[in-house]
């Protein structure tokens, strides 16, 4: 399956999910949010998982939104925003955004968070 910045494996009843963008410490780009999403509930529906390891490739678990992307990048951004800002655009963006994450939370099996 294809997760774009995520790698699923599975062995032995557990799934491991891997951020993957150790070059920028694994930072969640615009897609990393649905394509965690679509990892878990993959986990959660596969009845041979019976465990979730969450971690992150190379030296650092997770820093955080890549601002870089988020905040500096002009152009078509879901998050940058002409002015007058519309609270509720960033609102949606926002609740999408924990909607997605909230699968971690939601999700049928243990999860241990693999934090390095």
Known sequence: MDFGNIIYESRDRVATITLNRPERLNAISITMPENIAA?????AYDDSIHVVVLTGAGRGFCSGYDLDSF???AGENPVIQEMPWDAMIDYNFMNRCNQNFMTIWRCGRPVIAMIN
């Open 39 to 43: 990892a878990f509930n993959h986990a």
């Open 71 to 73: 905040a500096e990048k």
